[in-house]
């Protein structure tokens, strides 16, 4: 008898290709919060899947490559609130779906994700998209107030490379700095010190602004997406949201060096 409704078992953190491989007429699939790792084409070409549930909370950071890919009755989806990056033909031909909403987290969107996607499609995001022809979707860009809106996405291509790039962040005074370490994919190490300039919080007009800038692998730049989604001074949006946290992360400010007080 072929299983059409898959759930993940709670407890679950790694959905491996092996482990749904045999699971090819599905037509729902549920993923616990526990997932933060989806192998890359774990549901390629389930062309009968047509509803995808995460649970709330979900803590997976990256839809992987292809992992959607020639879904052609997907109709329902929401993106895990977390989620930071969407890579190439995630959700290639996956023509079914009306509406999609990227959410506010998300930083990074490969141009080729949406590939095959028609006329009929939207895609509302706060992110400016690089869309190929390729892909004939509406893309409905949401204005926002904040400044994580101002963010655009860090776009991937063939030859992208990891770097985490370590800047100084500021708003907890002139004398001192915060020292963030962001995760970015580009394609050189100027293009990610040029895309993390952008970012809110950082001391861009600093000459020494960049403390350290290193190559890394997939898996270290997942990792530290994460990290910088639980970290508490990327959440402040307002100086009361900083007064409430201050005590908690004034140990990790730096006194700046050359910082001369008027008298």
């Known amino acids: 008898m072929k299983l059409l409704k898959l759930d993940i078992p709670s407890g679950v953190q790694h959905i491996t290709d ?6 090819k007429s599905i037509r729902k699939l549920s993923i616990p919060q526990s997932v933060f790792k989806i ?30 890919e020639n879904n052609t009755s997907l109709r329902k989806i929401k993106l895990p609130d977390m989620l930071i990056t969407i890579e190439k033909y995630a959700f290639k031909n996956c023509t079914a779906i009306d509406e999609l909403i990227l959410p506010d987290s998300v930083i ?7 590939d095959g996607w028609k006329q009929h499609q939207t895609i509302y ?38 770097y985490l790039v370590t800047v100084k962040c500021g708003h907890v005074g002139r004398h001192r700095y915060m020292p963030i370490t ?20 950082v001391k861009r007009n600093h000459k020494d602004f960049v403390l350290d800038i290193k190559e890394v692998s997939m898996d270290t730049y997942n990792t530290k997406c994460q990290e910088n989604k639980n970290d508490p001074y990327l959440q402040i949006k307002r100086k009361q949201d900083q007064n409430r946290i201050f005590e908690d992360i004034e140990h990790r400010l730096i006194d700046e060096p050359n910082y001369k007080r008027r008298t």
């Open 18 to 23: 092996e482990m749904v491989f045999k699971h």
């Open 39 to 68: 192998d890359r084409c774990a549901f390629y070409n389930r062309r009968h899947l047509e509803t995808v549930y995460f649970e709330t909370n979900s803590k997976l950071t990256v839809i992987s490559e292809s992992c959607f």
């Open 108 to 114: 990074h969107v490969d141009p080729t994700a949406f």
């Open 125 to 162: 995001t706060k992110l400016k998209l690089k869309k190929p022809i390729t892909c004939k979707a509406n893309v409905i860009l949401i204005n926002g107030t904040s400044n994580e809106d101002m963010i655009e996405t860090v776009r991937s291509k063939e030859k992208d490379k990891y």
């Open 182 to 201: 962001f995760p970015i994919q580009a394609t050189s190490k100027k293009e990610a010190v040029e895309l993390v300039r952008k970012f809110p919080r």
